[in-house]
């Protein structure tokens, strides 16, 4: 019989067995135990190796005409040995290779096309740390929706998104990917994420699988080097870097990802403890976990597997399902059943949760659901997505400083602007821009001010590059900034220098940029410097803060970037980010952020210079700007705060509120936070700990009361294998920085 003919009746006679019809298609939640029940029939018919096949994930690349896959991976396909692909997108890329599973294969099991869909697919939002720095998880479950609705109507069923590892150390590129520094910030964007690209459906064409990322402590790396070592004692595994992952876990995330580090001298990818003990057993996760690129063979230099084929049997009895790029799983598992070493139970459980997800997604339906051109065509670069993309690259700016009023801009005035970014479409998008466009889509912030600004009041200087010692440029410059009446520069970071494998040990502005900032300041002296800035970290800026008049920090917001940092430049969006990070005064720091610990010899506040104090002798401890600063056009006071008691006990609500006024001249959005201090613990807590969150927005004069609940729930730390709530004295306030004095306290009985 012709081999597509019979595939043909094989997949037929399983779409009977296993009652696959669109009626199934009911809610994600509701259809574990149906598709259990086809699963089980599934996998009665499948050999050992065609088990393993599912657990095994390769990769395409990509050319000018598009996907492109070799032929030993295509081969792998057509023998049923491949579960997964990544890299491989479009209609046209993905519906061949699906076609090759589905007719060419024995079962005909239909493929998973994964992505890093981090910060948009075609259209792209600002980079994650940015986003973060809106606060807005209404706008940033709204961004991973349309990255969804864009990667899905190309073919990909599943993102390896979202990176929820907390970090504190500027140095590490990758801190550019996820939501900064703070545990309740993270956690909570981590679910909104989860919810954009999985929607409330799994079953709709137009809903990805999400996948947290990295488990665990992939941001705690030393020195902030890339992949290096992460040795964290309890206290600050439970308390600080496990708790986004569990709110993805709790917002129903389908798929986690594997760390390259090791964590307490175990690669993650080997790690029992965290995958066996807490991922599943503890928090009853039933998705499936893929290594991350190679990891498996990484246990080999770990020096933590002696071969890969040992390593091939650290990684499946640690629970990890599937393996991305490692070829240990096909070469190694089934020779590891044969001899005994590895129990089939492990992989029959591997292959039945990829299934499952298979299920889920509709794909036994019909797998070529992803894969409709006239989708690919009317959705990507959808007018209101860009129009999106646009509105959170202005939510996601931060005003860092703004001395008298220099922003927002007049558009009466003339301006030069000068520097690397200004006319800018490739760095723009930022790094892990999945399918962006680097060579013209993005807009730059020259074209964005063009919407504001007729051509005759703008002038332009590139003045250097952004990397390199030129500064040959550099009188241009100054001959421009003279002519103008303000002066805007666009500063910042070549897109790839955050991002994977982009750890810097110097953390200032790259090349000669902040020579440039002070040649044009010495040359005009007297006029406004506004500094725009484009990056993927925390940058040490502190001579840019004394030679700049006002700094907007823009990180690299993306494909309608230039339109939306305009929007705020000229008061269009009154600026109300706040940041998801600490900005260090000096690299020597580091780590620094928000909510450290007290120590034994703090520094007096009536004498920061007293001797033998937990002190530098050189700078302040104190960073440049803090987690959640940020400036607005206008001011906001904050008065009348409340508690509704001194005393709770264990089962009250504590209900703390504040009324905000707009003080100032423009409306405005605010982002009031709510921070705790737990004074006395059986293990030592933070000086501050945001607790809550509110975005609210005031026309100018207005008044709002912001009401925040607290339960014992919100108290709650883990000390010595379980989370314990204790009871005490507990500091409270409601505020729009994390730089504040608490000013009023409760007791939990
Ligand atoms: C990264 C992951 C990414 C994977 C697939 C790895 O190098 O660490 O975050 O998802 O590649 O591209």
Redesign the pocket.
């Known amino acids: 019989m012709n081999k597509l003919i019979k595939s043909y009746i094989v997949v037929l006679f399983l779409m009977v067995l296993t009652g696959c019809n669109k009626a199934n298609n009911a809610k994600s939640k509701e259809i574990v135990t149906p598709f259990n029940a086809q699963v089980d029939s599934l996998m009665a018919l499948m050999t050992l190796q065609e088990k393993i096949g599912q657990t095994v994930m390769y990769s395409g690349g990509w050319s000018i005409t598009g996907p492109t896959v070799s032929s030993n991976n295509k081969k792998f396909i057509k023998e049923g040995n491949v579960g997964a692909m ?2 491989v997108y479009s209609v046209k890329g993905t519906r061949d290779l699906q076609k090759m599973a589905v007719e060419e294969t024995r079962l005909g099991i239909p493929l998973l096309f994964g992505y ?1 869909v981090i910060h948009g697919f075609k259209t792209i939002f600002p980079i994650n740390l940015g986003l973060a720095a809106s606060w807005d998880l209404e706008d940033i479950e709204k961004g991973s929706r349309i990255a969804a609705e864009e990667a899905s109507a190309e073919g990909i069923h599943w993102t ?1 998104a979202p ?1 929820v590892d907390i970090a504190r150390d500027p140095r590490w590129g990758r801190i550019s990917e996820g939501a900064g520094e703070d545990v309740y910030l993270g956690s909570e964007i981590a679910k909104a994420y989860v919810k954009g690209f999985q929607g409330n459906d799994l079953s709709k064409y137009n809903t990805i699988l999400a996948c947290a ?2 488990f665990v402590g992939y941001g705690a790396a030393q020195a902030g080097r890339d992949y290096h070592t992460v040795n964290m004692g309890d206290d600050e595994l439970q308390n600080v870097y496990l708790p986004p992952f569990k709110a993805s876990v709790n917002a129903g995330v389908e798929t986690f ?1 594997t760390a ?1 580090n090791e964590v307490n001298g175990v690669p993650a990818t080997g790690n029992k403890f965290i995958f066996r003990d807490i991922l599943r057993d503890q928090w009853g996760f039933n998705g499936f976990v893929v290594t ?2 190679t990891a498996i063979n990484e246990l080999v230099m770990h020096g933590f597997a002696k071969d890969r084929k040992h390593a091939t049997e650290l990684a499946i009895k640690a629970g990890i399902d599937q393996d ?1 790029m490692s070829s240990a799983n096909r070469q190694y598992l089934e020779e590891l059943v044969n001899e005994g070493k590895v129990d089939v139970k492990l992989i029959n459980d591997a292959c039945r949760r990829i299934l499952l997800a298979k299920y889920k997604l509709g794909l036994f339906d019909d797998p070529y659901r992803y894969c409709d051109e006239q989708r690919e065509k009317a959705i990507v670069y959808k007018p209101e997505f860009l129009e999106a993309a646009r509105h959170s690259a202005a939510m996601c700016s931060v005003l860092l400083k703004n001395d008298d009023e220099s922003l927002p801009l007049n558009t009466n005035q003339s301006i030069a602007l000068i520097g690397p970014l200004v006319k800018d479409k490739e760095n723009i998008i930022g790094n892990w821009a999945a399918a962006g466009d680097r060579k013209g889509k993005a807009i730059s912030i020259y074209e964005g001010i063009q919407e504001y600004l007729s051509n005759s009041k703008i002038s332009f200087a590139k003045g250097c590059e952004i990397e390199g010692k030129n500064d040959n440029d550099f009188k241009d410059a100054i001959n421009v900034a003279r002519s103008a009446d303000k002066v805007v520069m666009v500063l910042g970071e070549d897109y790839d220098m955050s991002g ?1 494998a982009a750890s810097r040990t110097n953390i200032k502005l790259p090349g000669r940029q902040t020579d440039l900032i002070k040649a044009i300041r010495k040359a005009v002296p007297n006029k406004k410097i506004i500094l725009v800035l484009m990056n993927g970290r925390p940058l040490d800026l502190s001579e840019e803060d004394t030679l700049a008049d006002a700094i907007l920090e823009t990180w690299f917001p993306g494909t309608s970037g230039g339109y939306g940092v305009a929007d705020v430049l000229f008061g269009k969006y009154n600026p109300s980010g706040k940041l998801p990070v600490t900005f260090p005064r000096t690299l020597g720091q580091i780590p620094i952020y928000y909510n450290m610990k007290n120590t034994g010899r703090p520094i007096p506040p009536n004498n920061p210079k007293e001797d033998y104090k937990s002190n530098y002798i050189d700078v302040p401890n104190t960073p440049l700007y803090p987690f959640g600063h940020g400036l607005s056009y206008t001011t906001f006071k904050y008065s009348d705060f409340k508690l509704s008691s001194d005393i709770i006990n264990i089962s009250d609500t504590l209900s703390v509120s504040s009324t905000i006024t707009n003080t100032g001249d423009y409306d405005g959005h605010e982002i009031v936070q709510l921070y705790v201090h737990d004074k006395v613990g059986s293990i030592t807590r933070p000086v501050k700990e945001l607790k809550g969150f509110q975005k609210i927005f005031l026309k100018k004069g207005e008044s709002k009361e912001v009401q925040f609940q607290l339960t014992s729930k919100d108290l709650e730390f883990y000390n010595n294998k379980a989370f314990v709530i204790e009871s005490g004295d507990f500091e409270v306030a409601i505020t729009g920085t994390s730089n504040f004095d608490f000013q009023h306290a409760f007791k939990l009985e």
């Open positions: 990544l890299n890093d390896f990176m990322k990295h990802m390259f991350d690129y991305m994977e």
